[in-house]
């Protein structure tokens, strides 16, 4: 019996190696494959989010607290829309905690995002525009903005310096949007890769927020250079 149970415990453990590689390139093979025995990706389909990232955004907010009942949030970079699912429920936008402010959530993303119940999507846009800025602005009427969240993330080039730029122009952009439209003591949380222009972007970032911090969730996965950027309390600008 205790062989039997063994064996069974072996059997699932083992790596899934899919059997439809044939064809593809290398990279997609190793996509595919870890896609596969990346159990954060079965958990997401279990609990009916979009995508896994969910569950970084879930361990973010849990361990400080960024999203509450009445917030406003943005989700830049949201598609296919997971860390707006989370959004929605952490800041009452869906109304499923009566008693409690509703919260306002708006994903932004360059591709299309199917729609999200209880947020507003605005697919097909560039958040970098000051156009999409602006029509921002308008939805959000006397609101000020509690919570900017960027997942954002350039299409690689291959060429390393190349990617390591742009994330970080990028970055700029949801900073300067954040200084702009944050209410007081609101936080900020942005995706980066590795680099040597992070630690200036994270000085930056600490002259408008009291607390700032890197993180690497453990969803993130091990091999890879993405971390997060976390600004908490922040204390305006000078205009």
């Not at 190696?17 to 190793?30: A, H, W």
């Not at 999203?67 to 952490?90: E, H, L, M, R, Y």
């Not at 119940?117 to 509690?146: C, P, V, W």
Request: aromatic share 8%; charged share 25%.
């Amino acid at each position: 019996m205790l062989v039997r149970r063994l064996h069974t415990v072996n059997y699932l453990l083992a790596k899934v190696i899919p059997n439809d590689l044939k064809g593809r390139k290398k990279s997609s093979q190793e996509w595919l494959t870890r896609q596969l025995n990346d159990p954060y990706v079965e958990k997401a389909k279990m609990m009916n989010y979009r995508c896994r990232s969910a569950f970084k955004l879930l361990e973010i907010d849990q361990k400080y607290n960024l999203i509450k009942p009445g917030f406003t949030v943005i989700d830049c970079g949201a598609a296919p829309g997971s860390w707006s699912q989370i959004a929605v429920k952490q800041s009452n936008a869906d109304g499923a905690s009566p008693g409690k402010p509703k919260g306002m959530v708006i994903g932004i993303d360059l591709l299309q995002i199917y729609p999200i119940e209880y947020a507003i999507t605005l697919g097909n846009m560039d958040f970098t525009k000051q156009e999409l800025q602006d029509k921002i602005h308008s939805l959000l009427g006397e609101r000020r903005i509690d919570c900017v969240l960027s997942d954002m993330a350039p299409n690689a080039t291959g060429v390393r310096a190349l990617d390591h730029e742009n994330i970080i122009t990028l970055c700029y952009s949801v900073l300067r949007f954040a200084l702009l439209m944050s209410t007081p003591n609101a936080s900020l949380l942005m995706k980066v890769w590795d680099n040597g222009e992070v630690p200036v972007l994270e000085k930056n970032i600490q002259r408008y927020y009291q607390h700032v911090r890197r993180i690497k969730p453990r969803a993130s996965r091990s091999d890879s250079a993405e971390n997060f950027i976390l600004g908490r309390g922040f204390v305006g600008i000078k205009r």
